[in-house]
């Protein structure tokens, strides 16, 4: 248990639902971040927070929308997504930007 | 772009071996920190190690920094069964606090 919780752990959606993703942390941190995980591949920095503010978009296509609507809430808002966009996604929080990451379980995303 | 690269991508030992893990990266870090992930799961912080520093130790794992190379290694000394998992180092530029992961190595420490 890291103090840093992924809802829904799985979720399968067609290419025109719309879903969000929600992570919670209540470690006091400042950051949070989206990272993406797909099969053979980095993990990818999708968005950051810092104290609420992003901070950072790594061209992330607009089909994923974040919001952070306090310190401890993440959400990642997604519709109309393509299959391609299948894989694990990561909520982490750190004390500040930089520092030690403390991840969730993450949500297993299948598009369909 | 990718920032660290880990080598090698596959490890299989036997437990009681020690593993060891490399990290290379491309630019100047403020930090260097390696992460453990089990199968479909989370990440796990392991050890964080400033570019100030140049060895850091946490129980069975020893990490090493040479900034003068851009390089680290993560070594696991008398390796379980348990540690079967990817490690993954992660760098923090001094550009805005971003950690920046590479691909991974996957240990298997077999029984």
């Known amino acids: 248990e890291t103090g840093v919780t992924q809802t829904p752990r799985h979720l399968v959606m067609g290419m025109t639902n719309k879903k969000s993703l929600k992570c919670e942390q209540h470690l006091g941190h400042n950051a949070m971040y989206w990272y993406k995980q797909s099969a053979k591949k980095p993990l990818e920095l999708m968005f950051v927070y810092s104290l609420e503010e992003r901070v950072e978009n790594n061209s992330v296509p607009s089909r994923f929308s974040p919001e952070c609507p306090n310190s401890s809430h993440l959400f990642l808002h997604l519709h109309t997504l393509q299959p391609e966009d299948s894989a694990l996604y990561l909520c982490?929080?750190?004390?500040?930007?930089?520092?030690?990451?403390?991840f969730g379980q993450g949500t297993r995303l299948t598009v369909v | 772009s990718q920032q660290g690269e880990e080598d090698p991508q596959a490890l299989s030992i036997q437990e009681g071996e020690n593993a060891t893990m490399n990290c290379s990266y491309k630019?100047?870090?403020?930090?260097l920190q390696w992460y453990r992930q089990n199968s479909g799961r989370g990440l796990v912080h392991l050890i964080l190690i400033r570019s100030n520093e140049r060895e850091k130790h946490s129980g069975r794992l020893r990490v090493t920094l040479d900034t003068s190379k851009k390089s680290s290694s993560l070594l696991i000394t008398a390796s379980r069964a348990a540690d079967t998992a990817s490690y993954f180092c992660a760098t923090e530029n001094n550009q805005g606090g971003k950690l920046i992961f590479g691909q991974g190595t996957e240990l298997s420490v077999k029984p």
């Open positions: 982490a929080s750190s004390q500040d930007r930089g520092l030690e990451a403390f």
């Open positions: 630019t100047s870090i403020n930090n």
